[in-house]
Nanobody
C-alpha cells in the first residue's frame, strides 16, 4: 500500500508564500501523473495542480500564475510552491495520483491564510 505524507502547511498572511511537500512510499513513482488537491471546510476536494510523468504542468484558473507544481522522482516527492496566497486558498491540501485508481489519501496539510 502506498503511503502519501504531506507537509509544509501553516498559517500565513495574505500575500505570503508556502512550499508544500508530498513524499510517496513507492518506487515507480515517476510513472504516474501526480496532483495537488485541496478541500476547504464544507466543500468538496478539488484538484488544483497537476504534473505528468514527463513534467508537463497544469493548474486550475484560480491558482494560475501563483502556484507552481514540481516533482523530484529520485526522492519520490512532489512539491507545490504557493505564492501570493489569498484567504480563499485556506484549505487542507493533499497529493495523490491524477487518475484512478487513487492511492490511499494521506492526512493532508493545513494551509490557513489570514487577511
Amino acid at each position: 500500500q502506498v503511503q502519501l505524507v504531506e507537509s509544509g502547511g501553516g498559517l500565513v498572511q495574505a500575500g505570503g508564500s508556502l512550499r508544500l511537500s508530498c513524499a510517496a512510499s513507492r518506487s515507480g513513482f515517476s510513472l504516474f501523473a501526480m496532483g495537488w488537491y485541496r478541500q476547504a471546510p464544507g466543500k468538496q476536494r478539488d484538484l488544483v495542480a497537476t504534473i505528468t510523468s514527463g513534467g508537463s504542468t497544469d493548474y486550475t484558473d484560480s491558482v494560475k500564475g501563483r502556484f507552481t507544481i514540481s516533482r523530484d522522482n529520485a526522492k519520490t516527492t512532489v512539491y507545490l510552491q504557493m505564492n501570493s496566497l489569498k484567504p480563499e486558498d485556506t484549505a487542507v491540501y493533499y497529493c495523490n495520483r491524477v487518475y484512478a485508481p487513487w492511492w490511499s489519501w494521506g492526512q493532508g496539510t493545513q494551509v490557513t491564510v489570514s487577511s
